[in-house]
């Protein structure tokens, strides 16, 4: 009999122990995010989530590809690093089914150089760092294209190439390099395009300190993205919902100045 109470005992401490995991999980969430702005914004919204009794976990990424495949896994809740034509990309190269949650801001992709202090004094042969990622180095693309440097095969779209550039009038030389290593390579190319996050990382001020910074309507807001059977989550749509406050609205107008805008 005392050995059927024992059992009885670890089975009830198991189902217990399984109930509060449940709850624990479902009072937790783990977002994963690069430090700047995303990290920094996410922070903000903190004690509102905790107010609701819920903990916001903030998983720092550096990179473009692994906060994607942790989200896929279930290692995290929601990620915080990217736009829609990026994410749309991912999907389809991985097989993977992550959507949009809301958009939350924007970062304005840069032009930058140590070498030159005005666009018109770039020289033939020039060489330029744009992002290796497809979407980033299309965007890169068309920003130096809006700006009469190239032109780009009509057909190409959002994902375009180098091999897309059909018209190159200073046989400019493009350097496809990992994003996040492309602030380092300011001294040694002439002009490097960097994503606003590490820009900002790199201390850069893109309202000050990019020689062309792209416009407000740009497509690529920031997004938080979540795997398509979450869309229902309660806790994720209260996190999209202080994410799209009024305060998150003015902390990023008082801390970025421009390096940083609203997009919701």
Excluded: W
Aim: proline residues 5%; aromatic residues 6%.
């Amino acid at each position: 009999m005392k050995k059927i109470i024992f059992i009885l005992l670890i089975i009830l401490s198991i189902v217990f122990t399984g109930c509060n995991d449940e709850q624990s999980s479902d009072n937790t969430l783990k977002v994963g995010a690069t430090p700047i702005p995303h990290g920094e914004i996410l922070e903000i919204v903190k004690d509102n989530l905790a107010e609701e009794g819920i903990t916001l976990e903030i998983i720092e990424f550096t990179d473009y590809v692994k906060p994607n495949l942790a989200l896929s896994e279930g290692e995290i809740d929601a990620n915080f690093f990217q736009h829609v034509p990026y994410l749309e990309n991912f999907n389809k190269n991985n097989n993977t089914d992550i959507v949009s949650l809301g958009q939350i801001h924007l970062e304005p992709l840069g032009i930058y150089s140590n070498t030159i202090k005005e666009i018109k004094d770039l020289k033939k042969e020039s060489s330029i760092a744009i992002p290796n990622d497809p979407t980033n180095g299309g965007r890169a693309l068309m920003l130096l294209e809006k700006n009469g440097l190239i032109k780009l095969d009509k057909n190409a779209g959002l994902l375009a190439t180098e091999k897309d550039v059909t018209h190159n009038p200073k046989n400019l030389q493009f350097k496809a390099l990992e994003a996040a290593q492309i602030p380092r390579s300011l001294d040694d190319v002439d002009l490097a395009i960097i994503n606003g996050n590490y820009a900002l990382e790199a201390n850069l001020t893109p309202t000050e300190d990019a020689l062309i910074i792209e416009e407000k309507d740009s497509p690529y807001a920031n997004i938080i993205a979540i795997r398509k059977a979450d869309e229902n989550k309660e806790n994720l749509k209260l996190l999209l919902k202080v994410l799209q406050s009024k305060e998150v609205e003015e902390f990023i107008a008082k801390k970025y100045n421009g390096s940083v805008i609203p997009g919701f």
